[in-house]
């Protein structure tokens, strides 16, 4: 009897066993697998940090970051200095995305290295202008040798606007960044380009060239400014907006009226799910009936047609002159967002694992004991 009891408890300790094996491996078979950079691709990417970025890659040590990456056209790497810093430096930082071989998009963050480029650059302007002539060689397109000459114009990082032909620049600085947008203009509205952007305090570099994907539409302007501001009025009549707090509290706030068009402009952006520009007309109306006096409600209406894209809130921040969205939009990298889907995953299987192994625990407690287990009176 006593060997059967033995038994019984070795075959619970194995069950458990099992189940703490489950727990642990469960979780890894998971995660989804990593995708290594091919030989070519890596290459070019450390070429183009080189050669256009004008990195110094000497004064680094790159780790290839898989980082549960979906494809293999996006490819992030860490930088560690090359030489021995003190235990606090930094490490630096580089991704870059790739759409059909061409550069989509790059971003590269030089950590604790005080003079990560082959040339010293004095100011953004200086920076984006060697950017630019070092993109202008890895291409050979002449728009990009235009957007060079549209930047010699500009002569300085003071904030501006210039156009010329089918090509616009726009320059935009503040305490934290500098940014210079190339843009195709037609019709006067900016569609796709190059922009270049210098984070002052991180000195992190982004750059995009977002021509390779976002195609542009039809370009017809068959309304005016006017005609859009009129439309935008007529759409608030009867119209009941969601208006978010910011706390979870969703409100519908109807009868709203307008008391005068805060500002009016044309953009182009994607329509639906395509990949495809159209101008748009963005109208910012200040409303009474919301619940605060710094928020007023946004409307884009197609310069096509005049048909309306959305309607939604904006705020107006302290001392800005442009509204912004209420809720700001949130990007997340493509490797974070799988990091998120796996942890999620890891989760679920640990709870489901751990569940199970105290419903067994319970119902052995509960069990009655077996009759050839009972003491003999």
Request: with cysteine; proline share 5%; net charge neutral.
């Amino acid at each position: 009897m006593k060997l059967k009891s033995l038994g019984l408890q070795v075959l619970k300790k194995k069950e458990l066993t099992i189940l703490c094996i489950l727990l642990l491996v469960l979780p890894l078979a998971s995660q989804p697998p990593s995708v290594q950079a091919t030989p070519r691709l890596q290459d070019k990417a450390f070429r183009f940090l080189s050669d256009v970025m004008g990195v110094d890659m000497s004064n680094y040590k790159p780790s290839f970051v898989n980082g549960l990456m979906r494809t293999d056209s996006h490819l992030c790497y860490s930088l560690e200095p090359a030489k021995e810093m003190s235990f606090s430096a930094k490490s630096g930082y580089f991704a870059i995305l790739f759409d059909d071989d061409s550069v989509d998009d790059c971003t590269f963050e030089p950590g604790s290295i005080s003079q990560p480029y082959l040339h010293p650059h004095s100011g953004s302007f200086n920076q984006t202008l060697a950017i630019m002539q070092g993109y202008y060689a890895w291409t050979n397109d002449t728009q990009v040798q235009q957007m060079i000459d549209l930047l010699m114009k500009a002569g300085s990082q003071k904030d501006s606007f210039l156009a010329s032909g089918n090509l616009s620049l726009r320059i935009s600085t503040s305490q934290s960044i500098a940014r210079y947008r190339f843009s195709n203009y037609l019709n006067g509205v900016e569609y796709s380009g190059v922009t270049v952007s210098i984070e002052n305090s991180t000195k992190i570099v982004s750059f995009e060239d977002n021509r390779i994907w976002e195609k542009i539409g039809d370009t017809t302007i068959n309304i005016t400014q006017d005609q859009a501001i009129s439309i935008a009025q007529d759409a608030l009549k009867g119209y009941t907006l969601r208006y978010n707090c910011g706390n979870g509290t969703i409100l519908s706030i109807s009868n709203l009226t307008v008391t005068g068009v805060f500002n009016a402009y044309l953009a182009s952006i994607l329509k639906g799910d395509s990949s495809i520009l159209y101008p748009v007309y963005g109208v910012e109306l200040n409303v009474t009936g919301l619940p605060t006096k710094s928020a007023s409600v946004g409307v884009s209406v197609w310069a096509n047609d005049g048909t309306i894209n959305s309607i939604k809130q904006v705020s107006i921040p302290p001392n800005s002159p442009h509204p912004v969205d209420q809720i700001p939009s949130i990007t997340f990298s493509d490797s974070f967002i799988d990091f998120i889907r796996a942890l999620f995953v890891i989760v679920c299987i640990s709870a489901v694992v751990i569940v199970a192994v105290v419903l067994i625990s319970l119902r052995r407690k509960k069990a009655p004991p077996n009759s050839a287990d009972k003491p003999s009176v």
